[in-house]
Each structure stands twice: as C-alpha cells, then as structure tokens.
C-alpha cells in the first residue's frame, strides 16, 4: 500500500428495488432537460419510455440518444455530444451497460471542458472544470462503469481502446435498481457477471490495493461467487440478481480506487480490434492470467480459494490459491464461456495483431499494477496461450 490512498465514489447512491423511480427527483436537483444516452435494446424493452415518465413527472425535458450499438467509439460521443448541445439539456442519463454509461461521461466532461475525448488519455489534457451532471443506470450486473472515474473509448481511428481515467469522470449519481437486470439474457448475465468477478480479483491482487478497496473487493467476490450461477440459470431469481447487482457495484468502487490489471491491459487492444464485447474478453482471459500470476499472489488468491470452498477453511494458501485457479476455470465452463478461437476470431489475424495488442496493452499502464508485471515477450505467449485455452486442463500457461 502507498503512504495514503484517496476513496472516491458518486456523491450519490440509490440501491435497491424500484430505485429506478428516483431518477425524476435526482435529475430534478441537478438541470431542468436531460439527454438520456442508451441503445435501441433498451427502447424496446420500455426502460427509455419508463425513465422518460419518470423525468416527466418531476418537470424535467428529455431528449434522447439510442446511437449506442456495441462498444462506445469517439463517433457515438461526438453525435451524443451534438444533440445534448443543439436540444441545449443540463443534465446527462445513461441507461444500460457499461457502452451507454462510458458514452455519457464523455459527453459530460466534453460539454465543460472542450476538445477530444482522446485529449483526455494519460493525463495529457485535464477535466479541470466542472462537467455536467450525469445520472448513471445500469441494466447489467458486470461494468461497474456507474461508481468509477474511468471511461474506455475506442479511437476509431486506430483502433485502440483509450482507456481514460481522471475524477471528474464520475458519475454524480448512480441508480442500481437490480430489476433492471432481470432483463439481461443469458450470455450477457454470463458475461458480464465474469467481467464483475474481475473487476473484483484484480482489485484485490493490485499493487495499489489498500483496505478500502479490499473490503469492497472481498465482498463483491463472495457476492457474485455465490449468485453468479443462480442467476445465470434462472434470470428471475431476484435475489441472485440483487446480489450480483450489488457485487458489481462494489467491484466497480473497489477496481476505481485501486486499478485493474493484467486482465483488462489485454482485454481492452481484443475488443479494438475483433470487437469482442469487454465482458467477454475478460472472461476469457481471466483464468490464463490467474494461472500466470498465481506465484506472486497466494495469500491473495487463497482468499478467493476459500470464498469458492467455504467448508475448506483449513487449507494450506498453496492449496487454496490453486482451487482459487481452478474455480474459476469451472465457472467459466459452467457459464459456457468461448476460447479467443471458440468465439470466431481468425487465428492467422490474431498472430499478426498480437505485437500490437502487447505494445497497447502495456501502453495502458493496467499490466503494471498486476502482482506479476509482464514483459512485451510474456504477453504476447500470453495472447497465444489464450487463443485456444483449455477451461478443463490442469495447466496452461508456464
């Protein structure tokens, strides 16, 4: 741990059931029209029309944005930020995943302080002045984007995932309203609830832990560890739901005041350049770099051992460390996560990206806060390693 650390976290928290009705009273203290920023999935499945009600009835405007279709691009914020200035609103929304949420802190920092998003990567420009309000509402139990001051954008002009990462990217308020994730399919829940279970990991393996973080992450992992197959094979249980809802709001505090790792410095060049959803690459890197990192983690990872084995409490952290390994190579079986190669991506593409990915990877800075930092070398074996990565066997990385 350094000397101090600094906690932050939105100055406002709504959790819980039927929290989605709050929207109306926290826009209302904070601007008088809204833009609300979110996708064509969320229309149909009534959240815009219900969010919209909502402002209505607390004397709140509200335009809308449904530009988001996969991964928030330098495009969807430069649209979003045209109509939040032409239907002159105050105030900003984001309803769904974590593409909507990251999509609408771009838009409030830009509004007040000007310029390019990518302006804004490793510090180079500084958010120094107030960025409007922006109300953010999950639909899925796996960013975490609703409590963080991080944003990744994709640079469509070079497809690297700007990972962006400053204060005043925080979200003011964050409504987590677990029913809005009763709508989540099953691959989503999936996918989304490995990406929360890294968030938590990675969080607590950190270099820049500290106690904060850590009771965050450990609760977030004993939370999703225990709900994630609940929900995943019955999506209406709400009481898995609110559980995962919950864990991935702690992650998301705990990874924002400490950092994520390895996992999200690989992930982030795979979802640039083969456009795979960040949940997912997460998901199927997590137990490579688990494996990779294990040595130089124990007693972090017997923690996560003994959450997975509760009535294993007396193993040794050598032992509980490897179950902590092997858990997660199950759940992401039992969860039906794909291989780089499972999910389609071209392996003699794959080959040639791979000094790229390395480079952008280490380029984030994520890959120096593991427990095991990397060289360009151990991450592209890495990226190879994973490309046909083996869920059931005992080992596959050196």
């Known amino acids: 741990m350094e000397d101090y650390a600094v ?10 059931r039927n929290s989605f009705e709050a929207l109306g009273k926290e826009a209302a203290e904070r601007g008088n029209k809204a833009l609300i920023v979110s996708d064509k999935i969320m229309e149909k499945l009534g959240y815009i029309s219900e969010g919209r009600d909502y402002l209505t009835q607390a004397g709140i405007e509200s335009a809308v944005y449904l530009g988001v279709e996969s991964e928030p691009t330098d ?5 979003a930020l045209e109509l939040f200035e032409k239907e002159k609103c105050d105030v900003v929304i984001s309803i769904g995943g ?3 949420i990251d999509t609408a802190k771009a ?3 830009l509004v007040t302080n000007g310029g390019y998003i990518g302006d804004y990567m490793g ?12 109300i953010a509402l999950p639909t899925t139990a796996g960013t975490g984007s609703e409590a963080t001051d991080v944003t990744i954008i994709t640079n469509t002009s070079n497809d ?21 994730t009763i709508s989540s399919p099953q691959h989503v829940t999936a996918a989304t609830g490995i990406d929360a279970l890294s968030h938590a990991v990675e969080a607590f393996i950190s270099k820049r832990s500290h106690p904060m973080t850590d009771s965050m992450a450990l609760s977030a992992m004993k939370l999703i560890v225990e709900n994630i197959n609940t929900a995943y094979q019955n999506g209406e249980n709400l009481e898995a739901r609110e559980c995962m809802a919950l864990g991935s709001l702690q992650a998301g505090i705990a990874f924002s ?4 790792c390895l996992v999200h410095g690989m992930s982030r060049p795979i979802g640039a350049l083969f456009h795979v959803p960040h949940g997912y690459s997460n998901a199927m890197l997590l137990p490579a770099i688990l494996e990779y990192s294990r ?12 959450i997975f084995s509760p009535e294993s409490d007396d193993l040794s952290d050598e032992v509980a460390a490897d179950l902590a390994v092997n858990s997660v190579k199950k759940l992401c079986m039992d969860l039906k996560i794909p291989n780089l190669s499972g999910w389609g991506i071209n392996k003699e593409q794959f080959e040639t990206a791979i000094n790229k990915m390395a480079s952008d990877a280490l380029a984030s800075g994520s890959p120096a806060n593991n427990p095991r930092v990397p060289t360009q070398s151990e991450i592209e074996e890495l990226y190879n390693a994973c490309y046909e990565y083996n869920f059931s066997a005992e080992s596959n990385v050196g």
């Open 7 to 16: 906690f932050r976290m939105p100055s406002t928290i709504n959790y819980g």
């Open 75 to 79: 495009i969807y914020v430069q649209e």
């Open 98 to 100: 974590g593409s909507c």
């Open 107 to 109: 838009i409030a920092i």
């Open 123 to 134: 510090g180079n420009k500084i958010a120094d002045k107030k960025p409007v309000p922006h």
């Open 160 to 180: 690297v995932k700007m990972m962006i990462k400053q204060p005043a990217f925080m979200p003011d308020v964050a409504i987590v309203d677990p029913l809005l």
């Open 257 to 260: 005041n400490s950092s994520v």
């Open 295 to 306: 040595e130089y983690a124990v007693k972090r990872l017997a923690d996560l051992g003994r």
